[in-house]
């Protein structure tokens, strides 16, 4: 017979040559040694790095070969008595660094494009983007190493600065989109001026800048109130910006609910199953009239519209045009008259568009694809809680005269005070969270005790100054209370896992569970979210009380801790603990010498315990309780175990360890 032919040839002998011959290859082309990099990979969005990657990364880019020295050493020091947190920032040292972002805020720029021509070779200009992205990153090192300012994770792929550049040059109107609840936080103001900055109609050096405009959109407006919002647009005016306040979320259940209303209306009708998106599509306007006529539906359309808007839009606040929360039709009717005249775009041919592009830009997570799904009415563009989910600009046709934009989503290089800082705001993944208590310790600043115990039904307990506390709540505290109500253990002594209910602590704040929204400068922030704090108190006050210990498996109720009125256990000094309370408590019932009751009084074990008849020598222990007669052993025995506050058995094993119980979490006490 003849040999067996090999079903697989290309072994790993084959791969292992093949790569050699690829490797040998690159060397003589380039003359850089470098790993193969995967196509696929080349628009993951990288915002940290490490510092041998970092280093790597700086050398390619400019070409040559150099050593570097990083040194980022830094020691904590904390006193005992100090209940400042050591990762995060004093009042005093952070107006300090407040004020020097505010003088040195002109030297965080977004990489430019460098000046090109339509005559330049792509390798000419490839070159000439690398040494401008270099220089780049080489001025923020030098902010974050000479000058110690804390920067955030910016964007350190040239790939994904180069959507960016594609999409300001493409685009007409560019509209940066940020988060209500911190709106200065995901603000860029050098982005501004950059689309300003970039010429013509297809940003070619040489054909004119200041053509393209800009337009601020305030997403997830439902988070603040009507009065927030005022003030909000105050400060915009001052600034002289152009702003508006939209709700992705709002009208994408707005649209939801309209279309399973019609659903029901059209099946209640026919008799027959609702028709498909692209047939309710096309007679939306007609149905949309036949339900009006009839009324219920028209009723039912209002009623989910104040169901998803906040009663307040009818108050004169909410009445202001300028903090209006925008609808589809509105949002779409502003993009129109922000936008600048096409005419001012014409080709190199002397042809001006027909469709106006706008283009969206922002940070990951503040909702730019949400709102191109609610402008569209239907999901067309991928959304996800990840950043970077968006890899490529993508252009979608929203009318025959309007074209959007998307951009995947950009960390734009702006001063922090904190990395705690970046948790509470999104830009740092709270999965990767290595330091917990600093995040905790500013939510529990920025939400009242009364707020977090009311949305968790938590009993918080706090130390007053006779236990070394100041009377607040401490992120320790607060987490210790959150695990034990959701059965959040370590493994060993089973204390609680402060670490894992951090991390649930800072998603539901993220989500706007725990809702904080930051205020415009100069205005307090007790007052800009008291009328937010009692919107949340309105919202949990029926909510059950978690457990405050854990729970025996056979027990199916808990007893609520006693707690104590301060006009009962209140002092000059201020309001007592649980822990002094109970004290005093203990002392004033057992020790009083008015007791109605008799008590054994001295040293020991027995000392302030109600007396019923003398146990103290053996043979007091020879009859029990009932008049039974015990023998001499059970009647030592009993001597000992009445010295101790114990019980006699029955039966010869008295001294058997306990049995041990099995706990359960408390889960089942939240809702």
Not at 203 to 229: P, V, W, Y
Request: hydrophobic share 30%; charged share 30%.
């Amino acid at each position: 017979m003849p040999p067996r032919r090999d079903p697989n040839p290309s072994g790993l002998g084959r791969a292992i040559i093949n790569k050699k011959a690829k490797d040998a290859k690159k060397m003589q082309e380039s003359g850089l040694y470098v790993t193969d990099i995967d196509p696929t990979s080349r628009l993951k969005s990288v915002t940290q790095e490490a510092d041998l990657d970092e280093f790597l990364n700086t050398a390619q880019l400019a070409g040559t070969d150099f050593t570097a020295e990083r040194r980022n050493l830094k020691i904590i020091q904390q006193s005992a008595g100090s209940h400042q947190n050591p990762y995060l920032l004093t009042e005093q040292e952070e107006i300090s660094t407040l004020k020097k972002h505010q003088e040195n805020k002109k030297r965080l720029r977004v990489p430019r494009r460098p000046a090109w021509t339509k005559s330049m070779t792509p390798a000419e200009l490839e070159k000439r983007e690398k040494a401008a992205f270099l220089d780049w990153r080489r001025g923020l090192a030098s902010l974050q190493e000479e000058d110690k300012f804390l920067l955030t994770p910016f964007e350190r792929n040239l790939e994904v600065w180069r959507q960016l550049w594609r999409v300001l040059e493409r685009s007409h109107l560019v509209v940066q989109i940020v988060d209500a609840r911190n709106p200065l936080r995901f603000r860029c103001e050098d982005l501004e001026a950059y689309v300003h900055d970039v010429e013509g109609a297809e940003g070619e050096s040489g054909t004119g800048s200041g053509k393209r405009r800009c337009l601020l959109l305030i997403n997830k407006a439902d988070l603040l109130t009507a009065q927030q919002r005022c003030l909000w647009a105050d400060h915009f005016d001052k600034q002289g910006i152009q702003y508006a306040f939209f709700s992705a979320a709002n009208a994408a259940a707005l649209q939801q609910a309209r279309r399973d209303a019609l659903d029901k209306h059209t099946y209640s009708k026919d008799g027959e199953p609702p028709v498909d998106d692209a047939d309710e599509e096309e007679d939306t306007a007609s149905d949309e009239e036949e339900i009006s006529d009839d009324g219920s539906e028209d009723n039912s359309d209002s009623d989910m519209e104040e169901f998803y808007f906040s009663a307040e839009e009818e108050s004169p606040e909410g009445q202001d045009p300028r903090a209006k929360v925008l609808s589809v039709l509105e949002l779409e009717n502003l993009f129109e008259r922000a936008a600048p005249e096409l005419s001012h775009f014409t080709s190199s041919s002397g042809e001006a568009p027909t469709k106006l592009v706008v283009g969206l830009v922002g940070y990951p997570n503040v909702g730019k694809s949400s709102t191109i799904n609610s402008l569209l009415g239907e999901k067309k563009v991928s959304v996800s809680s990840t950043p970077g989910k968006t890899k490529h600009f993508q252009t979608i046709n929203l009318s025959d005269s309007m074209t959007l934009c998307d951009c995947p989503g950009l960390v734009f290089p702006q001063f922090a005070t904190t990395k705690a800082d970046l948790i509470c705001d999104g830009v740092l993944p709270i999965d990767q969270m290595k330091e917990h208590t600093g995040p905790t310790a500013l939510v529990v600043k920025r939400i009242p005790k009364e707020v977090l115990e009311a949305t968790y039904g938590l009993a918080i307990k706090v130390k007053g100054a006779d236990e070394g506390g100041d009377g607040q709540v401490t992120a320790e505290n607060f987490l210790i209370a959150y695990a034990i109500g959701r059965g959040y253990t370590r493994s060993g002594q089973g204390n609680p896992d402060e670490a894992r209910a951090a991390r649930y602590v800072m998603k539901d704040y993220i989500n706007a569970k725990l809702l904080y929204c930051h205020p415009p400068p100069d205005i307090a922030e007790g007052e800009f979210n008291k009328r937010t704090h009692e919107l949340a108190l309105l919202r949990f006050a029926d909510k059950k009380r978690a457990p405050l210990t854990r729970v025996g498996k056979g027990a199916d109720t808990f007893v609520a801790s006693m707690a104590v009125s301060p006009s009962e256990t209140g002092t000059a000094g201020g309001p007592q603990d649980s822990k002094s309370g109970a004290l005093d408590r203990n002392f004033f019932e057992n020790n009083s010498t008015l007791s109605p009751r008799p008590y054994v009084q001295g040293s020991g074990q027995l000392d302030g315990k109600a007396f019923s008849r003398s146990r103290t020598y053996p043979h007091q222990n020879s009859v029990a309780d009932d008049g039974t007669p015990l023998s001499g052993r059970r009647a030592r025995v009993a001597a000992v175990l009445a010295n101790q506050g114990g019980v006699l058995g029955e039966g010869k094993k008295h001294h058997k360890k306990m049995k041990r119980v099995k706990q359960r979490s408390g889960k089942g006490y939240d809702v």
